[in-house]
């Protein structure tokens, strides 16, 4: 029976990875940076979002977001205050995104995506499940906040190995908790060398600025022709 | 495709659960209090363990632990100093722990479980998968960090509502996390009405020996002739 659950499995998987990969080349022809935000439940991901929307709605940049949660639309409501367009998936109890879903809510918002630079999708809060499913992003970015403890990418690594860049969060509550940043970062470096890793404190601010100049340069990466491109 | 997915995960739940319930039986007949940690990763289960199972050496009771994690064993070879006997569990990248992999554990490690008076299980970091697993645990605990914010109940329900009781951990964190220990509560008591919910810092000992003697009762009602019982 395991067998027979993991030929299945491996069915769904490959579904989404096609859907995937359809949602990836849209995101690539309309020019749009499209990230994943993994993390435990609490690390933060909507208090860095709130942050972050806001900043680049104030420098004239076109954000939008994507909240997956399995119940309430608490999240959204908090991210649409930076006037944003924001959608919220409720997975009524799965625990990740999928492709699809994501695929739906596009259609249900009726976005035009060549007007739009950024779209931000927060997923379910679980360091495990969310890792299996790609979504079409670009980049996948995972969260890990002081209040954790340094260890959470040796305990976690298939998430960790999957990412694209790292955030460590909260980072103003590192003295209450005695977080040992320079573990924290060689924790993650073991588990996916050389990966960039952001330290921000969505309460005071630190490390917004260069977070954003980060997400700056790989939209306009995404913008410039490939190697062989004639322009 | 889904349905057919839908179909053998029940049949998959329905074995697990044929097993929790065969494992209950025998921790009822040793008199083994028998519980299951459930929390987001980073939560404090580890911790609280550790304080857990040396006050109950400490008074001459008998604890033991099992500990699961994708990967290391380093919160097995924490709790060890405890004295108490304690296993690790990894689960190579599953996300929750099932019946058969604590039976297993069970028989590798030989235990006589009737000179046993409690055994902790702590489950993979996940607000979301374990909560479908019963591992024949007469209680399950789900703890909430104060670091992680106060909506996590509303959030993640299922677990919260599978809960026999609720930990509140990191208190001492409550001040700098601007923590409102009131509405956790009442988050608490929306989701599963009636939850006893303990309140305790593994750093400072708040609350452990409310928690360690609420415990202790647990233990003793075990013991206890059911109604209808002749002694």
Redesign the interface.
């Known amino acids: 029976?395991?067998t027979?659950?993991l030929e299945?499995?491996a069915?769904?998987l490959s579904?989404n990875d096609r859907l995937a990969a359809a949602l990836r080349e849209r995101f690539q022809a309309a020019g749009l940076l499209v990230l994943n935000l993994v993390s435990?439940?609490?690390t933060g991901k909507t208090a860095l979002l709130e942050r972050t929307l806001a900043a680049l709605v104030a420098a004239g940049a076109r954000p939008a977001a994507i909240v997956g949660?399995?119940?309430?639309d608490?999240d959204a409501r908090r991210l649409a205050r930076s006037g944003a367009p924001v959608r919220q998936i409720e997975t009524d109890?799965i625990?990740h995104l999928e492709a699809a879903m994501l695929a739906a809510q596009l259609d249900a918002a009726g976005w035009a995506l060549d007007e739009l630079d950024y779209l931000f999708i927060e997923n379910?809060?679980?360091?495990?499940?969310p890792a299996s499913y790609d979504l079409g992003e670009q980049l996948r970015v995972a969260l890990l906040?002081a209040?954790?403890?340094e260890?959470?990418p040796?305990?976690?690594?298939?998430i960790f190995n999957s990412a694209d860049a790292a955030v460590i969060t909260?980072h103003d509550?590192a003295g209450?908790?005695a977080f040992d940043h320079a573990l924290a970062v060689s924790n993650l470096a073991a588990v996916r060398p050389g990966i960039p890793v952001f330290t921000t404190s969505a309460r005071t601010g630190e490390g917004i600025a260069t977070w954003l100049a980060w997400l700056a340069e790989r939209r306009a990466e995404l913008r410039q022709p490939g190697p062989g491109v004639q322009s």
């Open positions: 029976m395991t027979r659950l299945i499995r069915g769904v579904k435990s439940p609490g949660d399995l119940a309430t608490n109890g625990c379910v809060g679980n360091l495990v499940c906040s209040t954790e403890g260890d959470k040796l305990k976690y690594p298939v909260k509550l209450p908790c």
